[in-house]
């Protein structure tokens, strides 16, 4: 049975800051959290539209680039934030807001009610590491605990 809510990680192991979802999952895990389940994902998507489904909400964490913020900058973001991305493109080219949009009309029964993200502005999602960079790394803990606050239904 699946539990209430799901934190899930998105982004890339593999390269430098995009490691930052897998990252905080991974710590969000290490907490055993009561009815919280933790997933990563590598794909974008349609495809995630699956690994939501019947959850009563999902926390996505991943790594943004905008050039706006200083790198490590830990932001709470609704879905209201991505209705401007909404679009309709080719169906492996979909972004997440357009696959939260989808998802709610394709089964809007099974698809979770809350949808929110903890992004993190960061420097570099080119280069192949195993690490991040510094101002990413050192975002980790407050990226941890603002998802933690946002389960445990805390202000943010």
């Given at each position: 049975?699946?539990?209430?809510?799901?934190?899930?990680?998105?982004?890339?192991?593999?390269?430098?800051?995009?490691?930052?979802?897998?990252?905080?999952?991974?710590?969000?895990?290490?907490?055993?959290?009561?009815d919280v389940d933790?997933?990563?994902?590598?794909?974008?998507?349609?495809?995630?539209?699956?690994?939501?489904?019947?959850?009563?909400?999902?926390?996505?964490?991943?790594a943004i680039l905008?050039?706006?913020?200083?790198?490590?900058?830990?932001?709470?973001?609704?879905?209201?934030?991505?209705?401007?991305?909404?679009?309709?493109?080719?169906?492996?080219?979909?972004?997440?807001?357009?696959?939260?949009?989808?998802?709610?009309?394709?089964?809007?029964?099974?698809?979770?009610?809350?949808?929110?993200?903890?992004?993190?502005?960061?420097?570099?999602?080119?280069?192949?590491?195993?690490?991040?960079?510094?101002?990413?790394?050192?975002?980790?803990?407050?990226?941890?605990?603002?998802?933690?606050?946002?389960?445990?239904?805390?202000?943010?």
């Amino acid at each position: 049975m699946k539990a209430r809510t799901l934190v899930l990680g998105i982004g890339s192991p593999f390269i430098t800051d995009d490691a930052l979802g897998f990252r905080v999952a991974d710590e969000i895990r290490k907490k055993n959290l009561p009815d919280v389940d933790v997933d990563e994902a590598s794909v974008s998507g349609l495809d995630l539209i699956e690994v939501m489904i019947d959850y009563e909400r999902v926390i996505v964490v991943d790594a943004i680039l905008t050039g706006a913020f200083p790198a490590g900058k830990v932001m709470v973001l609704g879905e209201e934030s991505l209705t401007a991305t909404v679009h309709g493109v080719n169906p492996h080219e979909v972004n997440i807001g357009t696959t939260i949009a989808l998802g709610k009309q394709l089964e809007p029964e099974r698809f979770p009610k809350e949808v929110t993200f903890v992004a993190v502005e960061v420097n570099d999602v080119w280069t192949v590491a195993d690490r991040m960079t510094p101002e990413v790394e050192a975002s980790l803990p407050e990226a941890v605990q603002t998802v933690i606050d946002l389960i445990e239904g805390r202000e943010v």
